[in-house]
Nanobody, 125 residues
Framework: QVQLVESGGGFVQAGDSLRLSCAVSGRTFSVYASGWFRHAPGHEREFVAAIRWSGGSTYYADTVKHRFTISRDKNTVYLQMNSLKSEDTAVYYC????????????????????WGQGTQVTVSS
């Protein structure tokens, strides 16, 4: 079992930056990749970014590419969000998978085994 706890959400102005953290515990040796998803009202949960734990390969949704950066330091996964826009407002979830998918393929919720509780990010325009 893998447990995930997100933190770092908040209320910011458009153009500001925010860094989310995801603390991973439990059977961390089994984690193959971590991802960030977000869920805005009236929308489905959507993929944001993913990172492979071994090697650090990353993959981003087009909507956040060049603005967001996913990284990992030991058992914490980060999402650095720059140049935030009002459309980035959502609940952000951290997820982990133990299956060796291609990093460019871990973009759907069904590929992840464990999820955090989410952290709210609100961007005011």
């Amino acid at each position: 079992q893998v447990q995930l706890v997100e933190s770092g959400g908040g209320f910011v102005q458009a153009g500001d930056s925010l860094r989310l953290s995801c603390a991973v515990s439990g059977r961390t040796f089994s984690v193959y990749a971590s991802g960030w998803f977000r869920h805005a009202p009236g929308h489905e949960r959507e993929f944001v970014a993913a990172i492979r734990w071994s090697g650090g390969s990353t993959y981003y949704a087009d909507t956040v590419k060049h603005r967001f950066t996913i990284s990992r330091d030991k058992n914490t996964v980060y999402l650095q969000m720059n140049s935030l826009k009002s459309e980035d407002t959502a609940v952000y979830y951290c997820a982990a998978t133990v299956w060796p998918y291609n990093i460019m393929a871990v973009t759907t919720t069904k590929q992840y085994d464990s999820w955090g509780q989410g952290t709210q990010v609100t961007v005011s325009s």
